[in-house]
């Protein structure tokens, strides 16, 4: 699987950090003091005599090139020093004015200051995320092109045919960065105002309503297979590019039910335009208490959040994705951003928010949606 590519060479990696850490602790007190003894005249030589055109950038390079771990801890700070030189690109696979990018320009704003370099958003929308994927995984591995994924991009191989980049080997993880929660809808055309009576509606009329959601490959789409598998929920599905489409369709009552995100919903909601039947989730959101969960409603396996996160092009420095996710996390823990995003219905990452957790979380999310997905046989479907 996809998935265990993207594992197996992480912990590669981290399983050779660890033979290196293990062979530097096994030498001897007596073999090493020689040895810096020597490396140091040998390297000061070598400053000494480039000392006129050399920054300090490259002092340090030149020190631990002939030196032991000592000398290579100080050229690790050194790097990360100067990273970032210059803005950053944050490439968004979705519209502007979209769920994606509010999200990414609240994140950008408080990234812009704890990185002292500007975040510039750059939105290219298309087959639910994948275009900008592609886009980012043929990018320069210097730090200064990252992605906003979403879950559409990890299932790419599952659900598209032809997308020409492997998130699980053209991508680093950097961090979460917050989980979305949906709503299911009915337009005020509808008669049933449940969960359950919209099921009963749907079955005496197979295919008789229609459900309007994201994409094909989308979260939306995702959570309306999940709940037809639990419930037996009969509808057409039509999918659309976005929130905004599909609750305009909505409110004109050319659309029966709906998946929509909280946040894009709770306008319409707070002006009684559609009803709210259940929210995809395993309790009740603080934006929308009245609101039953699915769980609490006995459908536990078929809640599920929207998510998004920052990934890099694999070969990214490790200096880099260390200093994004750190500029991540003071982001997500500013109380403005938190309030604002709370207020409309987003969760946040937990304290680990590191590289590490986010690769068992991808891991563990895509064989859970693969399964759903080929066991409807939704496999290849562009």
């Known amino acids: ?108 704003k408080h990234m812009t200051e704890e990185l002292g370099q500007k975040v510039v958003i750059e939105n290219r929308a298309g087959a639910a995320g994948n275009v900008a994927a592609a886009s980012v995984a ?21 659900m598209y045919k032809g997308v020409n980049y492997d998130f699980s080997k053209d991508f680093v993880p950097i961090a979460m960065v917050t989980s979305v929660p949906y709503v299911l809808l009915a337009a005020k055309h509808i ?9 009963s509606l749907s079955r005496a009329k197979p295919d008789g309503y229609t459900c309007a959601s994201g994409d094909i490959g989308s979260t939306p789409h995702l959570i309306y297979e999940a709940l037809r598998e639990r419930t037996g929920l009969q509808c ?24 929509v995100t909280a946040p894009a919903v709770l306008p319409q ?56 996710n750190r500029a991540i996390n003071r982001a997500l823990s500013s109380q403005s951003v938190r309030e604002k995003l709370t207020q409309l219905g987003y969760t946040f990452p937990s304290s680990d928010n590191t590289p590490e957790a986010l690769e068992v979380f991808l891991e563990e999310d895509t064989h859970r949606w693969t399964t759903i997905l080929e066991s409807r046989q939704s496999v290849g479907i562009h």
């Open 138 to 158: 043929k990018a320069d591995p210097d730090g200064y092109t990252v992605y906003m994924a979403a879950r559409p991009s990890a299932l790419h191989k599952t």
């Open 1 to 108: 699987m996809a998935a265990g590519d993207f594992f197996a060479r992480h912990a590669a990696r981290r399983a050779a950090a660890g033979e290196v850490s293990r062979f530097n602790a096994s030498i001897t007190l007596n073999h090493w003091l020689p040895r810096v003894a020597v490396n140091f005249v040998l390297a000061l030589g070598v400053v000494m005599r480039s000392r006129m055109y050399l920054g300090k950038r490259s002092v340090g390079v030149l020190v631990v090139a002939g030196s032991t771990f000592p000398f290579a801890a100080m050229s690790t700070e050194v790097v990360a020093e100067v990273y970032p030189k210059r803005p950053i690109t944050l490439v968004v696979g979705y519209p502007a004015g979209g769920t994606a990018d509010f999200i990414a320009r609240h994140l950008s």
């Open 269 to 324: 909601l707070e002006s009684n335009n559609l009803h709210a039947l259940a929210v995809f989730s395993d309790s009740r959101l603080p934006a929308l208490p009245s609101v039953p969960s699915v769980a609490e409603l006995g459908y536990p396996d078929a809640g599920a959040l929207g998510w998004f996160a920052i990934m890099a092009p694999t070969g990214t420095p490790t200096h880099a994705i260390a200093r994004l």
């Open 191 to 199: 008669s049933e105002t449940t969960l359950q009576g919209a099921i």
């Open 236 to 259: 057409l599905y039509v999918p659309y590019k976005g929130d905004v489409p599909v609750l305009t369709e909505m409110i004109a009552g050319r659309a029966d039910f709906a998946i």
